[in-house]
Nanobody
Framework: QVQLVESGGGLVQPGGSLRLSCAAS????????MAWYRQAPGKQREMVAG???????NYADSVKGRFTISRDNAKNAVYLQMNSLKPEDTAVYYC???????????????????WGQGTQVTVSS
């Protein structure tokens, strides 16, 4: 199977910065899209930023110019640099990836979506 593990969340003051990391592990052939989502209390989960295997970027309007997504294909990792944080950025942030992998019997699976466990980001003075 495949696991996504996030790190880097925490408490930060408005205007501050945080960098989230997410690493995928398992019997991975390739990772297609990778993305960050977030979910604030009482709200639906929303896409924050995404990056394809070819490097095409996509951002939610609310974070454009403040957040930067990047990936390291050699490490099966994706990052989210968050600058100029606002209280409305407070949420649980989730890593998402579309993965081609094999199970313990060597059977291949193509294009399955996996999610990390989430990491809390709190922006408050």
């Amino acid at each position: 199977q495949v696991q996504l593990v996030e790190s880097g969340g925490g408490l930060v003051q408005p205007g501050g910065s945080l960098r989230l990391s997410c690493a995928a592990s398992g019997s991975i052939f390739s990772i297609n899209h990778m993305a960050w989502y977030r979910q604030a209390p009482g709200k639906q989960r929303e896409m924050v930023a995404g990056i394809t295997s070819g490097g095409t970027l996509n951002y939610a309007d609310s974070v454009k110019g403040r957040f930067t997504i990047s990936r390291d294909n050699a490490k099966n990792a994706v990052y989210l640099q968050m600058n100029s944080l606002k209280p409305e950025d407070t949420a649980v942030y989730y890593c998402n990836a579309g993965v081609d992998f094999s199970d313990s019997d060597g059977r291949p699976y193509v294009g399955y979506d996996f999610w990390g466990q989430g990491t809390q980001v709190t922006v408050s003075s």
